[in-house]
């Protein structure tokens, strides 16, 4: 089950939030009910992506995003993510979803969301890519071409180790996808990337 409510509650609350600037945080507030959990009473892995989820919209909202996507034929499209848990999220406990956009290169967006307990202590990091597909030129948009049609001119700092690893695996791993290596669809071995 989507986070629905969850969403509209951000959406109808983003303006008192004030527009999103790059470098800076959405910070949402949640609770862990009983329809997040799993058989261990604490939030399912699944939930965690849904609430990552809302913290990108979030960002895509305040910044303008959503809006130029539905002028220029635009969609953000999530290309792939890493997590790691290193505390539960109890039933009934609150937590902050801290969600940023930490850089880009060419078409690539790399994103973070931090899964924060009350006590400032963190349960999990989420790194994302993703990325802006124009479906009218049938291509991913340069980021700092999105950035320019919405007013700005920022230049991006460079990735950091974890960073260009997270990017070099994702790349690995699409491109092992598409080419239907090991999982029966062909493929005669392994893809050599590079």
């Given amino acids: ?30 609770r862990c009910l009983p329809t997040d959990i799993d058989a261990n009473l604490h939030l399912n892995n699944a939930r965690y992506m849904m609430l990552a989820d809302v913290g990108r919209i979030d960002i895509f909202l305040r910044a303008g995003l959503l809006r130029l996507a539905r002028e220029r034929g635009w969609a953000p499209m999530l ?29 690539q967006v790399i994103g973070g969301h931090r899964f ?53 695996s994702h790349a690995r791993l699409r491109d092992l996808a598409k080419n239907g290596a090991g999982n029966g669809e062909g493929g005669d071995g392994p893809v050599n990337n590079g």
Avoid: C, N
């Fill in 1 to 30: 089950m989507y986070v629905w409510f969850r969403l509209a509650r951000m959406a109808l609350t983003a303006k008192a939030r004030g527009p999103y600037r790059m470098g800076g945080e959405s910070r949402l507030a949640f």
């Fill in 79 to 107: 290309g792939g993510l890493q997590t790691v848990f290193v505390r539960e999220i109890r039933l009934w406990r609150r937590f902050e979803v801290v969600s940023t956009v930490e850089t880009w290169q060419g078409t």
């Fill in 116 to 168: 924060v307990l009350e006590d400032g202590r963190t349960a999990a990091q989420v790194l994302t890519t993703a990325g802006i597909y124009d479906r009218r030129g049938k291509r991913f948009v340069e980021m700092d071409e999105a950035l320019a049609a919405l007013g700005h001119h920022i230049v991006p700092r460079p990735p950091t180790e974890a960073e260009q690893v997270f990017m070099v």
